[in-house]
């Protein structure tokens, strides 16, 4: 089943301590975005990725790190979390056909993150 | 630069009666814009999305919108709103010419009174 995995989907940690959200996705697709969502903000875009070893910032990159390395895999880094980083995070793909930004963008089911 | 503004946080219909969902947008490109749906608890799934082609796009579930590029408006309606609709809805746009970032409104939840 084609499909966008994210783990863990519950995640409790506390301030200052390391944690990483994986994404994975088995459709071969290039392009591939983190999300945060906010009540009452919609969705904003913390990173996204062209393609393998390629990244950029989105909206609200402050406090993440991303990599990707292989095409499938689009972890989520969070190096020292902090109480506002507590939010529902979203991995996306899409295909990227040219233009990219036509592509229909397809969303794992979510990560819901509390730093205490 | 690229906005979209949501004008409804929330909106109430009664089962059978039209929706309407209001976007406006704004982008130094041609826009693509699309329409995301999220159930209770669940991921986002594209409603529809319009990129250069018909003006008039049709989705999933009944839903349409509109590109008017004159209003700067992409809002979604359906005739007749069923139970299974109540949702949030989210308009979204991103850019051509390379513009890769994709920009989402504040969402709207749709309430379907029996």
């Known amino acids: 089943e084609a499909q966008v995995t994210q783990n863990p989907r519950y995640l409790i940690t506390v301030t200052g301590k390391k944690l990483t959200v994986t994404c994975s996705q088995n459709?071969?697709?290039?392009?591939m975005s983190w999300y945060r969502q906010d009540p009452g903000l919609g969705l904003r875009q913390i990173y996204y990725?062209?393609?393998?070893?390629?990244?950029d910032k989105g909206d609200v990159p402050e406090g993440y790190k991303v990599s990707r390395k292989e095409k499938r895999n689009f972890p989520l880094i969070l190096e020292s979390p902090s109480p506002n980083q507590t939010s529902l995070y979203f991995c996306a793909s899409s295909l990227k056909v040219a233009p990219v930004s036509t592509d229909t963008q397809y969303f794992g089911p979510g990560t819901r993150l509390t730093v205490l | 630069a690229q906005s979209v503004t949501q004008l409804d946080s929330h909106v109430s219909v009664s089962e059978g009666t039209p929706v309407l969902l209001r976007c406006n947008y704004s982008s130094s490109y041609s826009p693509s814009l699309f329409w995301y749906v999220q159930h209770p608890n669940k991921g986002l799934q594209l409603l529809l999305k319009y990129t250069s082609a018909a003006t008039l796009v049709k989705g999933i579930n009944g839903f349409e919108a509109e590109f008017k590029k004159s209003e700067t408006s992409f809002h979604l309606t359906k005739p007749s709103a069923h139970m299974s609709d109540a949702a949030e809805y989210f308009c979204?746009?991103?850019?051509?010419?390379?513009?890769?970032?994709?920009?989402f409104g504040t969402g709207t939840k749709l309430q379907v009174i029996p």
């Open positions: 979204v746009v991103s850019g051509l010419g390379g513009y890769q970032k994709v920009t």
């Open positions: 990725s062209m393609n393998v070893e390629v990244t």
């Open positions: 459709m071969n697709h290039e392009y």
